[in-house]
Nanobody, 121 residues
Framework: QVQLVESGGGLVQAGGSLRLSCVAS????????MGWFRQAPGKEREFVAT????????FYTDSVKGRFTISRDNAKNTLLLQMNNLKPEDTGVYYC??????????????WGQGTQVTVSS
């Protein structure tokens, strides 16, 4: 069992930056691939980025490539998402998830409660 807690969301102007954190409980964090998803108001949850168990491979949705960076620190049970050059369309609730290295939400077994990111124009 893994419990995930996100933090770092907030209100930022377009072009600004935020760094999201996700801290996992338990001793098995390093055995899971991790992902970030987001859900905008009135829209379905969508994939943002994923990272393998050792951090050696990452994958991003096209709209965030070159702006977002996913990383992890297994010694600290922490997943990060550095978000630069934010755009209003990045607004939403951001969730971290633990599971397999995939873009489909069904591949992830554990989810955090989410953190709100709002980008003003």
């Amino acid at each position: 069992q893994v419990q995930l807690v996100e933090s770092g969301g907030g209100l930022v102007q377009a072009g600004g930056s935020l760094r999201l954190s996700c801290v996992a409980s338990g001793r098995t964090f390093s055995t899971y691939a991790m992902g970030w998803f987001r859900q905008a108001p009135g829209k379905e949850r969508e994939f943002v980025a994923t990272i393998t168990t050792n951090g050696g491979n990452t994958f991003y949705t096209d709209s965030v490539k070159g702006r977002f960076t996913i990383s992890r620190d297994n010694a600290k049970n922490t997943l990060l998402l550095q978000m630069n050059n934010l755009k209003p369309e990045d607004t939403g609730v951001y969730y971290c998830a633990a599971g397999r290295f995939a873009t489909d939400a069904s591949a992830y077994s554990y989810w955090g409660q989410g953190t709100q990111v709002t980008v003003s124009s």
